[in-house]
């Protein structure tokens, strides 16, 4: 079994920064990619950022310079830092992780952790 564990979402003013945090456990051999993806009501899910194994990273146009993505591979946690935020960044936040098992190589995703930005 893996699991995703996405933590730091809550309510915060615009301007404001938060910090998300997705920690991988389970019977873990290794993982490729890691993402952050987010839905606000309404909307389809859209990709937010993406992180290599090596560390190499590609952003939303409508968050870049303002959101870092980031990954501990020694925890097996990808962080998003979230700067500058606005209120059309209010979404439900899913972390997304290529992983390889034992028994073979999987998509895994967790169960959101939801961002609110105040006018």
């Known amino acids: 079994q893996v699991q995703l564990v996405e933590s730091g979402g809550g309510l915060v003013q615009a301007g404001g920064s938060l910090r998300l945090s997705c920690a991988a456990s389970?019977?873990?051999?290794?993982?490729?990619?890691m993402g952050w993806y987010r839905q606000a009501p309404g909307k389809q899910r859209e990709l937010v950022a993406h992180?290599?194994?090596?560390?190499?990273?590609n952003y939303a146009d409508s968050v870049k310079g303002r959101f870092t993505i980031s990954r501990d591979n020694a925890k097996n946690t990808v962080y998003l830092q979230m700067n500058s935020l606005k209120p059309e960044d209010t979404a439900v936040y899913y972390c997304?992780?290529?992983?390889?098992?034992?028994?073979?190589?999987?998509?895994?995703w967790g169960k959101g952790t939801l961002v609110t930005v105040s006018s």
């Open positions: 997304n992780a290529d992983i390889i098992r034992f028994v073979g190589r999987m998509d895994y």
């Open positions: 992180i290599t194994s090596g560390g190499s990273t």
């Open positions: 389970g019977s873990i051999f290794s993982i490729n990619a």
